[in-house]
Every structure is written in structure tokens, then in C-alpha cells.
């Protein structure tokens, strides 16, 4: 049995690491936190032309036909660089919500970057919101797809992340999406955003560890004391064991095994533990820079504290993993 990625799955990873580092990144970002539509259009149009966008959606519907395998490497990578915009709302839910509903005049719009869409379980915070071009809103157990002549109000809310465009919305019409799966879709957004706080994990780590071995004090490194060392050996250790789990979501979610809102809720509660250490091993290890607008490390953190609560928190997924292992309601048995 094959336990790694295949060669071609590595190089498209590679292919979409080599465009975020010639189009995203800080400058880019700031961008989407200040003006604009939250998200960078360039960037987003180049990511329709590689087919990141319709990855998950079938050929027919202008996709690549491929899996969350495939996929969860490239959002790994959406992390590493803090990409701005909905890519796990647009091409890990909405893409291939739409074509599996049959939708597939829209899902090939989605896929080709003419639209955006976003998706959320929760009307009172939408991100993106007022931003994207259709929204997809959980409603009950039922998927609503909305476009903007359907609300009939978009409230702008504070975030800690402000590239997410946070709103709250309303709406009085809007097309039932028919045999759209909201429990599927709800463990595809939470599994995009594990794999992308592991890359934000990453990142966090890597600019760490080289302001460390940059940053003299009593005319050496900080990065030679133990307590540097030990803190970043921490997070780097909980990075590589929440790897795996959120890799082992992926492959549960495109094998359709039963045991993916397990795996999926496992992968977010370590990743999010993970990525949320080595937010606060980076903000000590830089001191008193870190705390700095002017400096680029409140992106990734902020990125980091708003993913963690993104498609529920580390308790949320823990207790979805107890009664999955021990039956329901076992985590509130006396011992």
C-alpha cells in the first residue's frame, strides 16, 4: 500500500508554491486587509488557469476531476503563504457542492474564476459575505445558494482576520440547493482549514527559526539558548504529528470511509493545537517586534487565531471524536 503522494501530486504543490511566492505574500495581503474585495484578483485568476479553483469539480462541470488528496496539499501551501480570499469556501465546498447537486452551469462558472463563491453554516458571520458573487448558506439541514439581488441586508463585522471580510446577512429568496449534502460540506471546510493552519504552522516556525539565528543577544543567537530551542522543537513536533491527520482526513474524505467526520474533526483539533503553539512560541521568540503592525508576523497569527475557530473549535471537534470512539455523550460520563 502507498502511504506517500505521488510525483504528480508533489509537483503541482511545487507549481502553486512557486505562483504564491511570485504573487502572494505580505505586500498582497495588507492589500486585502485595507481595500479591495478581500481577496487578490490576480492571484485568483491565476489559480482558475491552473485549475486550483475546479480541482474538486468533475470534467464536465470545467474541473480537473481530481480528489481532496489532491487538494490538500495546495491548501497546505494557501497557508504557508496566507493567502488572501475564499479558497476553501470556493474550491473545497462550494465547486464541488454545486456540480454533486448538479448545478453544473454554476460549478463550471466557479471553477473558470467568473464567479466566487462563499459558504458558510452560519448567517450571522459569513465571510467574504458581501464580497463574493453567490453565497451558499447552510439553512438547517438544507444548502441555500444566494446571489447578491437575494439579501436583503449585509452588516459588516469586526474580525481578527480582516481579509475575511466577515457579515452578517439576510436574505428573502434564494434557490434550495437540491440533495446537497451540508454534512459533507461542513467536514470539506474543516479539513481545508486544518490543512491550511498546518502551513501557517510551517511558515511560523520557518520565520522563527530564522529571526533566531539572526537575533544577537549578549553577543550570540537567541536561537542557541535551550529555552529558544526547546519552545521551537515543541512546535515543530506538534506540526509533524498533526501532518498525518489531516492528510489521513483527506484520504478519508475522497475514499468516502465512515470514518471521515472522525478523521476530519481529528485533523482540525490537532492542527488547530498546533498552529496556535507556534503563534505563541513566534510572538516570544521575536519579543517585542512581533507585537508591531509594521512587522508581517501578526498576518499569519491573526490567520492562525481566526482558523481556529473557523468550522468549529478544538473542543467542538474533540467531543465529535469522543462519540465517534466511545459512543455519544461519553465525554460527560462520571468517571
Same mark, same amino acid.
Given at each position: ?6 510525483? $504528480? ?9 512557486? %505562483?504564491? +511566492? ?12 485595507? =481595500? ?11 489559480? +482558475? ?13 470545467? *474541473? ?7 487538494l490538500v496539499l495546495v491548501l497546505e501551501e494557501s497557508g504557508r503563504a496566507a493567502v488572501a480570499g475564499p479558497l476553501v469556501e470556493h474550491a473545497a465546498v462550494a465547486v464541488p457542492l ?7 452551469? #454554476?460549478?463550471?462558472? +466557479? ?6 463563491? @462563499? ?7 459569513? *465571510?467574504? *459575505? ?7 448558506? *447552510?439553512?438547517?439541514? &438544507? ?8 439579501? @436583503?441586508?449585509?452588516?459588516?463585522? $469586526? ?17 434550495? #440547493? ?8 461542513? $467536514?470539506? +471546510?474543516? %479539513?481545508?482549514?486544518?490543512?491550511? %493552519? ?7 516556525? =520557518?520565520v522563527t527559526v530564522s529571526y533566531a539565528t539572526t537575533r544577537h543577544q549578549f553577543g550570540v543567537p537567541i536561537g542557541s539558548y535551550q529555552a529558544v530551542k526547546h519552545q521551537l522543537a515543541?512546535? %515543530? ?21 465512515? @470514518? ?14 498546533? &498552529?496556535?503553539g507556534a503563534a505563541r512560541v513566534a510572538l516570544q521568540c521575536h519579543g517585542a517586534i512581533g507585537y508591531t503592525w509594521e512587522y508581517d508576523l501578526h498576518l499569519w497569527m491573526k490567520r ?8 468549529? $473549535? ?16 461519553? &465525554?460527560?460520563?462520571?468517571?
Amino acid at each position: 500500500m502507498e502511504f506517500a503522494f505521488g510525483e $504528480d501530486q508533489l509537483a503541482f504543490r511545487d507549481a502553486v508554491r512557486g %505562483l504564491f +511566492a511570485d504573487i502572494a505574500g505580505p505586500a498582497s495581503l495588507r492589500a486585502a486587509w485595507q =481595500e479591495g474585495p478581500g481577496y487578490d484578483p490576480e492571484l485568483w485568476a491565476a489559480l +482558475a488557469e491552473m485549475g486550483v479553483l475546479g480541482l474538486l469539480a468533475p470534467e464536465e462541470a470545467g *474541473g480537473l476531476g481530481l480528489t481532496e488528496l489532491d487538494l490538500v496539499l495546495v491548501l497546505e501551501e494557501s497557508g504557508r503563504a496566507a493567502v488572501a480570499g475564499p479558497l476553501v469556501e470556493h474550491a473545497a465546498v462550494a465547486v464541488p457542492l454545486l456540480a454533486g447537486a448538479g448545478m453544473v452551469g #454554476v460549478a463550471r462558472q +466557479a471553477a473558470a474564476g467568473d464567479v466566487v463563491v @462563499t459558504f458558510s453554516d452560519r448567517p450571522d458571520r459569513v *465571510g467574504w *459575505g458581501g464580497e463574493a458573487d453567490l453565497l451558499l448558506v *447552510g439553512d438547517g439541514s &438544507a444548502v441555500r445558494l444566494l446571489s447578491p439581488g437575494d439579501l @436583503t441586508v449585509v452588516h459588516p463585522l $469586526d474580525s481578527v482576520d480582516r481579509s475575511r471580510r466577515d457579515a452578517a446577512v439576510g436574505w428573502s429568496a434564494g434557490r434550495l #440547493v437540491d440533495g446537497a449534502d451540508l454534512g459533507l460540506a461542513l $467536514d470539506r +471546510a474543516a %479539513l481545508g482549514a486544518a490543512a491550511q %493552519l498546518c502551513g501557517l504552522a510551517a511558515h511560523l516556525v =520557518e520565520v522563527t527559526v530564522s529571526y533566531a539565528t539572526t537575533r544577537h543577544q549578549f553577543g550570540v543567537p537567541i536561537g542557541s539558548y535551550q529555552a529558544v530551542k526547546h519552545q521551537l522543537a515543541d512546535a %515543530l513536533i506538534a506540526l509533524e504529528h498533526a501532518r498525518p491527520a489531516v492528510y489521513r482526513a483527506a484520504y478519508a474524505t475522497a475514499r468516502e470511509l465512515p @470514518t471521515r467526520s472522525r478523521d476530519v474533526s481529528m485533523a482540525k483539533a490537532m492542527a488547530g493545537d498546533a &498552529a496556535g503553539g507556534a503563534a505563541r512560541v513566534a510572538l516570544q521568540c521575536h519579543g517585542a517586534i512581533g507585537y508591531t503592525w509594521e512587522y508581517d508576523l501578526h498576518l499569519w497569527m491573526k490567520r492562525v487565531w481566526a482558523l481556529q475557530l473557523a468550522w468549529g $473549535d478544538a473542543a467542538h471537534h474533540r467531543a465529535r471524536v469522543a462519540d465517534a470512539v466511545l459512543g455519544p455523550r461519553a &465525554a460527560q460520563r462520571p468517571v
